[in-house]
């Protein structure tokens, strides 16, 4: 479960995101959707422990990020827009780094390896340096060293950038799936699309403030919008005139 209670985040004068309030229970997919500059990013850094907020709370499966910064890193997975990947390592062996910074045992690292590797279509380039792999391919390398450590709640900064049909089919079932066994997805996207088919529920998010919440049908009954979720999307987060 992540809880947020009145989140803020200023720099300088300008505050990206004010007075956020929001829960999203265990097992739940929640997409947080937003123009550029809305917030979204900002918030998903200051769930992880990257960005300190200038006020507020947060809380992961009842552990407070402040008090308990560690442990809550340790439950974690975070994947951003712009991941950063140690390019003179193989695809194998930053997947074992990755377990070490966990404290993962060797041998449990050796046993769930192949079977990551093999979902996500990376066998064959184990052996290659990862500055070497396609975007497609550090993308996919990079879901698998987020599931190596079974996180109990999942962070996603655009999850389908760069991707092929192949391995987006992929990830949506894959997020479906683990949703469905408990784990929580928080994941921002531009893609409305995606939001409406796999999401439990939407967060919207307009100049650093929580817009609206809820399913697609109770989006639409806040909003008074009959329509798509991208005419709901346009209507609350037009500019003002």
Same mark, same amino acid.
């Given at each position: 479960?992540?809880?947020?209670?009145?989140?803020?985040?200023?720099?300088?004068?300008?505050?990206?995101?004010?007075?956020?309030?929001?829960?999203?229970?265990?097992?739940?997919?929640?997409?947080?959707?937003?123009?550029?500059?809305?917030?979204?990013?900002?918030?998903?850094?200051?769930?992880?422990?990257?960005?300190?907020?200038?006020?507020?709370?947060?809380?992961?499966?009842?552990?407070?990020?402040?008090?308990?910064?560690?442990?809550?890193?340790?439950?974690?997975?975070?994947?951003?827009?712009?991941?950063?990947?140690?390019?003179?390592?193989?695809?194998?062996?930053?997947?074992?780094?990755?377990?070490? $910074?966990?404290?993962? &045992?060797?041998?449990? =690292? !050796?046993? #769930? /390896?192949?079977? +990551?590797?093999?979902?996500?279509?990376?066998?064959?380039?184990?052996?290659?340096?990862?500055?070497?792999?396609?975007?497609?391919?550090?993308?996919?390398?990079?879901?698998?060293?987020?599931?190596?450590?079974?996180?109990?709640?999942?962070?996603?900064?655009?999850? $389908?950038?760069?991707? &092929?049909?192949?391995? =987006? !089919?992929? #990830? /949506?079932?894959? +997020?479906?799936?683990?949703?469905?066994?408990?784990?929580?997805?928080?994941?921002?996207?531009?893609?409305?699309?995606?939001?409406?088919?796999?999401?439990?529920?939407?967060?919207?998010?307009?100049?650093?403030?929580?817009?609206?919440?809820?399913?697609?049908?109770? $989006?639409?009954?806040?909003?008074?919008?009959?329509?798509?979720?991208?005419?709901?999307? +346009?209507?609350?987060?037009?500019?003002?005139?």
């Amino acid at each position: 479960m992540i809880e947020l209670n009145n989140l803020s985040r200023r720099f300088g004068d300008h505050w990206a995101v004010r007075d956020l309030s929001l829960t999203v229970p265990a097992g739940e997919l929640f997409c947080f959707l937003g123009p550029n500059g809305a917030g979204k990013t900002t918030t998903i850094k200051m769930i992880t422990g990257l960005l300190q907020p200038t006020a507020g709370t947060i809380r992961v499966n009842g552990l407070d990020l402040q008090d308990d910064p560690l442990r809550v890193k340790q439950s974690i997975g975070y994947i951003p827009d712009t991941p950063y990947l140690y390019d003179r390592l193989t695809a194998s062996e930053f997947f074992d780094f990755t377990g070490e $910074l966990y404290a993962i &045992d060797d041998t449990r =690292i !050796r046993q #769930i /390896k192949p079977e +990551l590797f093999d979902l996500f279509g990376l066998q064959e380039h184990a052996g290659h340096l990862v500055r070497d792999l396609s975007h497609g391919l550090r993308q996919r390398l990079l879901y698998a060293v987020s599931f190596l450590h079974q996180p109990s709640a999942l962070f996603i900064d655009e999850p $389908l950038i760069g991707l &092929d049909p192949y391995t =987006i !089919r992929l #990830i /949506k079932d894959l +997020l479906k799936q683990k949703a469905r066994e408990g784990m929580t997805i928080f994941l921002t996207t531009h893609i409305l699309a995606l939001a409406e088919d796999i999401a439990d529920r939407i967060g919207i998010i307009h100049n650093g403030r929580l817009a609206a919440l809820g399913t697609v049908d109770e $989006l639409r009954a806040q909003s008074g919008i009959s329509g798509s979720l991208e005419d709901i999307f +346009l209507h609350l987060t037009k500019p003002a005139s």
